[in-house]
């Protein structure tokens, strides 16, 4: 990837990445990522486990505010506006969905779960709830197996159908980016490809930034991907190429074929 | 005494003769020694203008139906104390203080009546009369502080007002004063002999005279 | 035939020894209530069978026990002595443990958050007699300054008293079933853009609820328990009380008071213990129903955490 050009000229580029460093408790845990994702698409992230590809998704939704010795420097911009100028974060926060690696079911009702993001900004009306419910249900392909008991504990679903629970409560709040960190860890296979199929419908409307412990995943549904490595990144390249050995560096090569990681 | 746990125990009220048979039903005979007296003294908050009081007042305003319950019945006005209301201190039921005093104050047949704040100790009697303007206490002479008030009490309405004090507990001339005594659980033998002959000796009395209490008689403490 | 590795080693004789001991240590538990039990039945069954008459017990307030011809023991005021002080300990204790442990679990960090902790703990740490003494030394004299009553010695003072006694060990509990609400839901929660207030209300209090009822609970076991600061504070009157100024007289101090002067397998001894057998099974109803309501909060949450062995981790 080339350095980065003035932000705002290119209305292209959903999150803008300039010399990112987090440390936490001053020890070092990502360094020197500078890097686009383009909106309206999947950026793939891979790296085996503490290369620093969460702390990346932490600092894009400001995530450090309420992380204990997480500081971040660089400059991350979402939109064109560093994230760190919003003086009230949780805004930022709101048009950003979070899918984490375990489902996390709030201790609610199915329903209480997808409504609440809803809630939160105020909206009280039944019948507009009722809606939102419906939509973000379907549109995460959770809707025909939930309809019938909506009103039961979200957290005692299955696995599976938690996350996709998350997925919705992600997309009830209507984001303009998805950010997913191996939201597959905890699900079952068959799954996971109703998710990515969910996913590749979602990307034309949506920028979505998938982390993930599965590169054939990252190849199936990410147009670019970026290899974090270390705390370091070692470059982001257009999927396709990374997997046919184009790689610009011998260790991500190695690591797409599966010789470490 | 009555379990049988103790070989001396001190008691400021006579044992009831049911409880001389409980114990001698569990196996011990308690022998009765008068070791000195004690004056009952009616104590009230030092801002409070009350000099004397009769015990048909206090009997009036301590016992069951009596209908002494304002300051201004006793012809006093009370500064700090705007409710005019009495606020009577009294003790936990079973100790000495409290039956001698319904003995003496209330008569054989009239019980307290309920509503006072029975207190756990003589001191904190006193204590709390230090510390509230509208009440009434009374607790032993011993107890007696420079920051509460004890008015005199007379016998009816013409009687003498007599303060209460180690002589006037001695010679009798204070109405609310009642033997302290001493049991042991059958005739005292070797170190309850030697320690009961101390306390009835001139050097014990004189203790007993130092401390706020009236010895048993006539004794020369230097 | 035996096998050559196949004796009783050292560990397996202590592994053994050691489950017998602690099996005994469990049992010491059952033993010990079941013994307090039976002591305090015993001592009162006589009153119980012979003596006890319902109607006076529950519903009369006249509690005379030594009186000359007419011993009467009506527990009703001293009942509502300690029902209004444990009220009103709890209309104290509950906001300010509440908030304390929200403070503490949710909002506040490092040092302070480490400060308050053992701040909280050191309170519960003072006896109750000082309690009692506060009570009796600082708060009579101020009620009767601020209110213009009579006496300062009331429900109001000894259930302030208690709300600070009680409130350590509810804030202690309170922070516990909130520690217990698993962090995802909280990073979850923030993720969507939830205030910490936001968080707090809508995901974890709820969350935490059977925790937090729990707590109140204990605290309201601990206020009927409680015995010398509310002999202290209390007034120790025999009372009906209309108005937080009046004193009162709770059960366990009318037993404190009174039973060490008193002549064992007296109707009064019998009737003190029959408060206490009264005592004993308030407490453990309320024990038992905070119990109930932990482990309705443990079940909530049972699935959480699955992390089925599904898809291959490269």
Redesign the interface.
Known sequence: MSTAAPPSADSDCAIDVVDLAIRYHGQLALSGVTLKVPAHDIFGVIGPANSGKTSFLRAVNRMDLMTAGMEVSGSVRVEGRDVRSWRNPYALRRRIGVVFPLPVGLPMTIYENVALSSRLRGTRNKADLDVIVERCLRRAALWDEVKDRLDSLGSLLSGGQQQRLTIARALSQDPSILLLDEFSIAVDPVTTMRIEEVLSELKSEMTIVLVTNLVQQARRLASQTAFFLTGELVEVTETEAMFEGAAQDPRTTAYVEGKFG | M??GTVDIANSSRKMKD??IE?ARGNGNDPIEFVVGFDALAVYVHPDNPLDQVSLEQLAELYGEGGDVDAWSQLGVEVP????D???RVSR????GT??YFREAVLG??R??R???????GSK?VV??VE?????IGYSGLAYATDHVKMPCVRKGEDGDCVSPSVETAIDGSYPIARPLFMYTAGEPQGAIREYLDWVLSDEGQCIVYEKGYAPRGDVNCS | MTHAADRRDLAWWIDRTMQVLVLAGGLSAIVFIAGIFLFITREGAGFVFDRFDFREFFFSPRWTPTSNHNPTYGALALIAGTASVTGLAMVVSVPFSLGAAIYIGEFATGRVRETLKVLVELLAAIPSVVWGFIGLSIMNPLIIQVFDVPVGLNVLNSGIILGLMAAPIMTTIAEDALKAVPDGYREAAEAMGATRWQVTFKVVLPAARNGLVAATLLGVGRGFGETMAVLMASGHSVNLPTSPFDSVRALTATIAAELGETAAGSDHYQALFTLGIFLFIVTFAINLAADVFVRGGRRKYRRRGRRPAASANP
């Open positions: 009555i379990n049911s409880e409980l700090g104390c705007s409710s209301e009495i606020v936990q039921n079973n100790s409290y039956v054989e047949r019980d307290f309920l509503g006072s704040r029975d207190m756990h904190d204590d709390l510390n509230t303007p509208c009440a």
